[in-house]
Nanobody, 120 residues
Framework: QVQLVESGGGLVQPGGSLRLSCAAS????????MGWYRQTPGKERELVAT???????NYADSLKGRFTMSRDSAKNTVYLQMNSLKPEDTAVYYC??????????????WGQGTQVTVSS
């Protein structure tokens, strides 16, 4: 069983910054990718950023330059630094994990979500 523990969400004023963290634990043979998605009521979950096991990052085009994803491989933890936040960044942010439990089986898992609210 795998657990994802997210932290760092909250209320921030427009133009401010937040840093989200997501720590993975449990039966993980290999992390293939981790990422962040976000969702607002009535809309589909959308990609924010991902990072592969090899360290390659991918961002939603609209977020490039403001959001930065990084990781601590030793801790199976990823971070999302969010700068110059806008009200439209308000959403529930979900951590995503693509992992293998051995050389054959591959699964994915989602965190419980953390609320980010950008408002004055």
């Amino acid at each position: 069983q795998v657990q994802l523990v997210e932290s760092g969400g909250g209320l921030v004023q427009p133009g401010g910054s937040l840093r989200l963290s997501c720590a993975a634990s449990g039966k993980i043979f290999r992390i293939n990718a981790m990422g962040w998605y976000r969702q607002t009521p009535g809309k589909e979950r959308e990609l924010v950023a991902t990072i592969t096991g090899g360290g390659n990052t991918n961002y939603a085009d609209s977020l490039k330059g403001r959001f930065t994803m990084s990781r601590d491989s030793a801790k199976n933890t990823v971070y999302l630094q969010m700068n110059s936040l806008k009200p439209e960044d308000t959403a529930v942010y979900y951590c995503y994990l693509d992992f293998s439990v051995d050389t054959v089986y591959r699964y994915d898992s989602w965190g419980q979500g953390t609320q980010v609210t950008v408002s004055s």
